[in-house]
């Protein structure tokens, strides 16, 4: 099953807190992952920060968000007990606990009016029944803005004169830490056109291997079959290469990536139009930061000392 939504963990907390033992934060976790079925792959989904699990980040802004509504409270840190107000939510039952249900309590009511409109104590509360958490619309609309400029840096290359892609590659692969200099990798690349190898890279600075590079800029729609990989293994034997990458605006057939997976003599780096175009927005390559957003929380460690 999917990750549940944040709210979905609510009456969960409630049911759990509702024997009055006080339980932690990691106990949660592990009960909740059982209670819900998680797959391994699941729990190890993380946020796009790339610094916390999904479901973690979930059952915390849930405890959150019941904490405001003064259904639980936390008497030491990352330890929760029901409150009297909570046990009377247990008695009623409700089908749901999210956010609509918490804004029968008045604590919430004024817990939301803060973060919705910090700065209008006048205008109407809004109340978001999505079930996603403020965390889960961040992610959710950082990943369509970084979708839409994958598309955008994808069909920018696409419009640039054919050199332009040799300068590219050169230019990522630098800036990814290969290789020594921009001018050093620049000669190799785009002038060996021997047996259908574009060129060859220092594996790092001091040039201790070698990377043998296929660049191909062909439509996006297109898929470079087994037969295109087939040739750049073949002309990597030729070399006495053991290391390659095949770079291309398009994108690979299933059957090139099969054949890919069962080389063990060469080990081949497969590298599609969508993979470039996040490797250059990863590396800052070709875009520019517009904004940035700090997403804070409390220091736990500091405040332990």
Known sequence: MAIPKYHEFMKSILLLLGN???HKRLEMYEKFALQFHLTEEEKEELLPSGKEQVYKNRIGWALTYLKKANLIESPT????????LGKSVLKENPDVVD???LMKFDSFKVFKKIIDNPDDDDKQIVVITSGESPQDMLDRAYKAIT????????????SQPPDFFEKLVVDLLVTMGYGGSKI???????????????GVIKEDKLGFDEIYIQAKRWDVNQKVGRPEIQKFVGALTGQGATKGAFITTAG????AKE???KQHACKIVLIDGHTLAALMIEHNLGVSVESNYL?????VDYFND
């Open 20 to 22: 009055e033992t006080p």
């Open 77 to 84: 840190r990352a330890t929760f007990i029901i409150t009297e």
């Open 99 to 101: 956010q609509e249900y």
């Open 147 to 158: 979708r839409t400029l994958t598309d955008d840096v994808l069909n920018e290359v696409l």
């Open 184 to 198: 050093d990798n620049s000669q190799v690349l785009g002038k060996t056109g021997d047996e259908g190898i574009d």
């Open 252 to 255: 690979f057939s299933k059957e």
């Open 259 to 261: 054949y890919v997976s």
């Open 295 to 299: 997403i804070k929380k409390i220091d």
